[in-house]
């Protein structure tokens, strides 16, 4: 059973700095497409960033977290990070970790994404 369960959202300054962690289960990381989505109030869902299956560090971005976020995966303790620095007020907004395969590609869409976690709040607020 896939389970995808994320941490470490929270209240944070302009210009401060996260790490969110998503601990998947229930499958091979490596040969599953991974990665991040995020809703913000009245918006729809947008993808964050992503890996393919099997892509080792190729990761997509949104235009707008380019520079700022970073992607990364711990395939020996199935784990995915998102590294978010220099956060904007605008990026205020449930972020969900996503999972899809085996042997997928980065999906656009959320709709094409199978496996979804809870969703973890970040606020970016002084």
């Known amino acids: 059973q896939v389970q995808l369960v994320e941490s470490g959202g929270g209240l944070v300054q302009p210009g401060g700095s996260l790490r969110l962690s998503c601990a998947a289960s229930?499958?091979?990381?490596?040969?599953?497409?991974i990665g991040w989505f995020r809703q913000a109030p009245g918006k729809e869902r947008e993808r964050v960033s992503c890996?393919?299956?099997?892509?080792?560090?190729?990761?997509n971005y949104l235009n707008s977290v380019k520079g700022r976020f970073t992607i990364s995966r711990d395939n020996a303790n199935n784990t995915v990070y998102l590294q978010m620095n220099s956060l904007k007020p605008e990026d205020t907004a449930v972020y969900y970790c996503?999972?899809?395969?085996?042997?997928?590609?980065?999906?656009?869409?959320?709709?094409?994404?199978?496996?979804w976690g809870q969703g973890t709040q970040v606020t970016v607020s002084s």
């Open positions: 996503v999972a899809d395969g085996p042997w997928s590609t980065c999906h656009y869409s959320d709709r094409l994404w199978e496996y």
């Open positions: 890996f393919n299956s099997g892509d080792g560090d190729n990761a």
């Open positions: 229930g499958f091979t990381l490596e040969n599953y497409a």
